[in-house]
């Protein structure tokens, strides 16, 4: 069975938490990208899997626009103002 991108941005939304503390960011430009923009994460275990997966997204779009950006996602808990 071929895994869709729908199929892995489902699973990315499956991860996220209307009250997570944490989200993903990139490391060098401090943006978030699609898919994981606006998204939070209850841990930093679940938002490394979100990482992984969001790679994994952008990476089979770049099938189709390989001057799409890179994003080197790492993991940042939110301060209290940040949401």
Do not use: K
């Not at 499956?14 to 994460?41: I, K, N, W």
């Amino acid at each position: 069975m071929q895994v869709t991108l729908r199929d892995v941005r489902d699973r990315i939304e499956s991860l996220a938490s209307d009250v997570g503390r944490y989200r993903l960011v990139c490391a060098r430009t401090g943006e978030t990208p699609v898919p994981v923009a606006g998204l939070s994460f209850e841990s930093r275990e679940i938002a490394r899997n979100a990482a992984r997966e969001a790679e994994r997204y952008r990476s089979a779009l770049r099938r189709y626009d390989d001057g799409l950006a890179h994003h080197d996602l790492i993991v940042c808990e939110r301060s209290g103002g940040d949401r």
